[in-house]
């Protein structure tokens, strides 16, 4: 029997193979993929990322560590953070901590987790306030060098009156400060396929 690692090893092996046989960008993974690995021995999941072929991460929790920490870790395993991951509300109340932590990762993306949502799925009246949100993050954020993603996470893809409550979302964030990552599998929880977005 193969146990997780092994398969977690096949497989990104199989997946990095594959995408650089047809896709010439560099392919990472979020940490937090890992994360319970991660929390019980971070060293030794940062060199599992780095043998699975990985060389560029989105980071987020530290597990306990200084950004300057994190970074060393980063580097002895050869790894880079392009992005990190901060929730809404550390956005909200912290951005200058949220930038100063990406910059000394060396990350180019702050991305945002969840957009709060008064019922089970993202609604018309959370839209509003939340693209205003974004777009006032974002151009702070650029002032700092970074750019503003927004995470999915399929709660954004009930009917709207633009399409979707992403189509609406979309369309009251400015472009310049608010970029989007597309996460596939909840894209497709949400009932949609990624060409439909």
């Known amino acids: 029997m193969i146990g997780r690692r092994g398969f ?24 937090y993929s890992l994360r319970y690995l991660a929390e019980k021995d971070l060293v030794s999941t940062l060199g599992l990322i780095g043998k699975l072929g990985f060389r560029v991460v989105e980071a987020g929790d530290l597990y306990g560590r200084t950004p300057a920490e ?3 870790l980063l580097q002895a395993a050869g790894l880079r953070a392009t992005s990190i991951g901060a929730g809404y509300e550390a956005l909200g109340k ?10 000394t990762l ?12 008064s019922a089970k799925h993202l609604m018309a009246r959370d839209c509003a306030p939340a693209a205003e949100n974004l777009n006032r993050w974002g ?6 060098g ?15 009156p633009d399409g979707t409550q992403f189509d609406t979302l979309a369309k009251l964030t400015d472009p310049k400060f608010v970029n989007f990552e597309m996460d596939i599998f909840w894209i497709v929880y949400g009932g949609r396929t990624p060409h439909e977005c």
């Open 106 to 117: 060396g990350a180019e993306y702050v991305v945002c987790s969840t957009i709060p949502h």
């Open 70 to 72: 994190f970074l060393k």
């Open 146 to 160: 970074l750019r503003l993603c927004y995470h999915t996470h399929g709660t954004e893809f009930d009917p709207s």
């Open 8 to 31: 977690l090893g096949m497989a990104g092996a199989a997946a990095t193979a594959a995408a650089a046989s047809a896709f010439r960008a560099p392919v990472g993974i979020n940490i």
């Open 94 to 103: 912290n951005l200058d901590v949220v930038a100063a932590h990406a910059r």
């Open 139 to 144: 151009e702070r954020l650029a002032g700092a």
